[in-house]
Antibody, heavy 120, light 107 residues
């Protein structure tokens, strides 16, 4: 079955960097677009980023554009989110997600999330 | 960016009730509308895509309708396990955006 397992979260100081990973299994990773979505404590869902199945294109939410970078390693079945210049309002649970099909851009599967806390 | 506005922000209903949540887009998103359910302390779950198509394994008590800028999610025969927060999301135009959520409580 489809499994998405995020890791790399933790406590980080403002201005520092952190890289999240999402290990995928149970499907052909290279055939699907992948996403990051976050949720600040007690708040709603916020779309962060998407990367095409082959890594050829990527898009970002306004709040993270220019500071975060999504990437993937299709040989290792891993999705990444490089987060630079972190701020307090980046504190959130970060979820990775998989698209429904190779040509669809809607999320079907979600991971369990990893918590990032930005604090001095 | 496209703004997604849900109403109500919260509602309380009884077991067996039918509830409807609405979602409005700030511009035409055609049928690129999805719904997600999030139970307390859990990751979101995908319910519906393309306005009305159920994701695999989602029971038919959930249904969606609408087009353009106005959409609804209906839950029939409400059960206690349906409590949680429901989100709509447009995937017509980047950046994709979510509604603010509708918290469903069971009386």
């Amino acid at each position: 079955q489809v499994q998405l397992v995020e890791s790399g979260g933790g406590v980080v100081q403002p201005g520092r960097s952190l890289r999240l990973s999402c290990a995928a299994s149970g499907f052909i990773f290279k055939n699907y677009a992948m996403y990051w979505v976050r949720q600040a404590p007690g708040k709603g869902l916020e779309w962060v980023s998407v990367i095409w199945y082959d890594g050829s294109d990527e898009y970002y939410g306004d709040a993270v554009k220019g500071r975060f970078a999504i990437s993937r390693d299709n040989s290792k079945n891993i999705l990444y989110l490089q987060m630079d210049s972190l701020r307090g309002d980046d504190t959130a649970i970060y979820y990775c997600g998989r698209s429904r099909t190779a040509t669809s851009t809607v999320i079907e599967y979600w991971g369990q999330g990893t918590l990032v806390t930005v604090s001095s | 960016d496209i703004q997604m506005t849900q109403s109500p922000s919260s509602l309380s209903a009884s077991v067996g009730d039918r509830v409807t949540i609405t979602c409005r887009a700030s511009q035409d998103i055609s049928n690129y509308l999805a719904w997600f359910q999030q139970k307390p302390g859990k990751a979101p779950k995908s319910l519906i895509y393309a306005v009305s198509k159920l994701q695999n394994g989602v029971p038919s008590k959930f249904s969606g309708s609408g087009s353009g800028t106005y959409f609804t999610l209906t839950i029939n025969s409400l059960q206690a396990e349906d409590l949680g927060t429901y989100y709509c999301q447009q995937y017509s135009t980047y950046p994709y955006t979510f509604g603010q959520g509708t918290k469903l409580e069971i009386k």
